[in-house]
């Protein structure tokens, strides 16, 4: 099978306190060297703060977007490379809330639509699509790989950790709909409390 190169695409709105964690995790454990952000903003105290702490660079500019749908506008796309990783920020104005989340899957095929038009999409990339609080991991990483890599389908159960700079220190996080599977007197064993990924080499997720 094609070597494939692994991709991380993650999204937020305003604030993420697991930005740095992600990028230093799916750096180390995965060797993502692309990074993908659709990061919504409410009001410019927001977009300032955004660029300031996540992109770092004044001196890079972006390349605006002539595209905007009822939850996005003014979307600019950021393309910056440090440390020997690229990181792509598409930056939108959105509401401050959405009702449901059927509206905010239209932001994500939008974006999705603007990788492939702008032509981020490679065929030998795979993309591992997660919350910025979701983080992949095995105490085997390198059987897991093999597996993943020798099936070309691989599914992956995990339960969300909660952000270390160290991989090391990666702790679980009971999510309450863990909790709520429990005490419906699902053994804790069953795959119903369970989160899980599933990875498609043969196409991207």
């Given at each position: 099978?094609?070597?494939?190169?692994?991709?991380?695409?993650?999204?937020?709105?305003?604030?993420?306190?697991?930005?740095?964690?992600?990028?230093?995790?799916?750096?180390?454990i995965?060797?993502?060297?692309?990074?993908?952000?659709?990061?919504?903003?409410?009001?410019?105290?927001?977009?300032?703060?955004?660029?300031?702490?996540?992109?770092?660079?004044?001196?890079v500019?972006?390349?605006?977007?002539?595209?905007?749908?009822?939850?996005?506008?003014?979307?600019e796309i950021?393309?910056?490379?440090?440390?020997n990783?690229?990181?792509?920020?598409?930056l939108?104005?959105?509401?401050?809330?959405?009702?449901?989340?059927?509206?905010?899957n239209?932001v994500?095929?939008?974006?999705y639509?603007?990788?492939i038009?702008?032509?981020?999409?490679?065929?030998?990339?795979?993309?591992?699509?997660?919350?910025?609080?979701?983080?992949?991991?095995?105490?085997?990483?390198?059987?897991?790989?093999?597996?993943?890599?020798?099936?070309?389908k691989?599914?992956?159960?995990?339960?969300?950790?909660?952000?270390?700079?160290?991989?090391?220190k990666?702790?679980?996080?009971l999510?309450?709909?863990y909790?709520?599977?429990?005490?419906?007197?699902?053994?804790?064993?069953?795959?119903?409390?369970?989160?899980?990924?599933?990875?498609?080499?043969?196409?991207?997720?």
């Amino acid at each position: 099978m094609e070597e494939k190169n692994y991709n991380a695409i993650t999204y937020f709105k305003n604030y993420s306190p697991t930005f740095f964690s992600f990028l230093n995790f799916y750096t180390e454990i995965w060797n993502c060297k692309q990074f993908f952000f659709l990061i919504g903003y409410t009001d410019k105290t927001n977009y300032d703060y955004i660029k300031n702490t996540y992109i770092e660079n004044d001196s890079v500019r972006s390349m605006r977007v002539n595209y905007k749908n009822k939850y996005m506008e003014n979307i600019e796309i950021y393309n910056i490379h440090k440390n020997n990783r690229n990181c792509i920020f598409i930056l939108y104005e959105t509401v401050p809330f959405f009702n449901s989340p059927t509206e905010f899957n239209v932001v994500k095929i939008a974006f999705y639509k603007l990788l492939i038009k702008l032509q981020y999409m490679k065929k030998t990339d795979f993309f591992i699509t997660v919350d910025d609080d979701e983080f992949l991991y095995s105490s085997n990483m390198k059987y897991l790989k093999e597996q993943i890599k020798s099936s070309g389908k691989y599914t992956f159960h995990f339960i969300e950790s909660y952000q270390s700079d160290k991989v090391e220190k990666l702790k679980f996080c009971l999510q309450p709909w863990y909790y709520n599977a429990y005490h419906g007197k699902k053994t804790p064993y069953a795959y119903h409390p369970c989160k899980t990924y599933l990875f498609d080499l043969n196409k991207n997720k």
